[in-house]
């Protein structure tokens, strides 16, 4: 089955994913300084840079950067007026992020905010900062409900919100595991599904050498 999958994910990989110099830049320099190898695939970064070409976004949040290669994925896609602000708490990966981001050549396009981000988050709501067109949700898990809450408060009539890795790992697909990521990602999910202000799809993807099935959150915000 899960030999299928992976076969499955190289054929799509095959036809439509090319990850142009900077995004595989990005991928292969920040394994190389030893981040963890834990960006979306290759697949997923072309479903969201694909997903923002369809919104034309012009104000974009990233929460979670890693070193800038989902980030990327999503500048490929966007106006040169377009602005994209990646929140980022580990001092290194942000510091990766932000060389990456300034070969690429988005340094006035991309801002990193450096810090815990439900704190960052706070600041733009007391802030009164204008609402976003499309989110990005990929940082810890656990406070995968407290960004979803932050996220809806920073989003207009028509924000598109996506969230990465809303299938937990695990043999069984349990709301009452004892592990607090995945928990933070089925309360995550229960919400995705009931809060009437959204509508909402998990997209299944096809992850890393073991062709493990996980999903990409699609929400409109009504
Ligand atoms: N979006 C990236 C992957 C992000 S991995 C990509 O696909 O390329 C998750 C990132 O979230 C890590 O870099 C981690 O440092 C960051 N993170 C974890 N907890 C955080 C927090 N509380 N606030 C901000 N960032 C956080
Ligand atoms: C992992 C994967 C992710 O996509 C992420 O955002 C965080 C962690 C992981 O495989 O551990
Ligand atoms: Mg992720």
Known sequence: MLERNIAIK???????????KHILHARENSQHLGLPN??????????????????????????????????????????????????????HHASVAREHIQVAGYASQIEIR?????????QMQNNQEAPFDLIFIDADKENYPAYLDAAILLSASGTLILSDNLIPKGDDIDPNTDSPGARGIYQF??????????????????VGEKGRID????????
């Open 10 to 20: 190289n054929y799509i990989n095959k036809f439509f994913v090319k990850e142009n």
């Open 215 to 222: 999903a990409l959150g699609i929400t409109l915000v009504k």
């Open 114 to 122: 450096e810090g815990n981000a439900q704190q960052l988050l706070n």
């Open 189 to 206: 999910n229960k919400k995705l599904a009931e809060d009437p202000r959204l509508e909402s799809i998990l997209s299944t993807t096809i």
């Open 38 to 91: 834990i960006q979306v695939p290759a697949q997923v970064g072309k479903l969201i840079s694909l997903l923002v070409r369809i919104k034309a976004p012009k104000r974009i949040l990233e929460i979670g950067t890693l070193g800038a290669y989902s980030t990327l994925w999503i500048a490929e896609s966007v106006a040169s007026d377009a602005k994209i602000i990646c929140l980022e708490i580990d001092p």
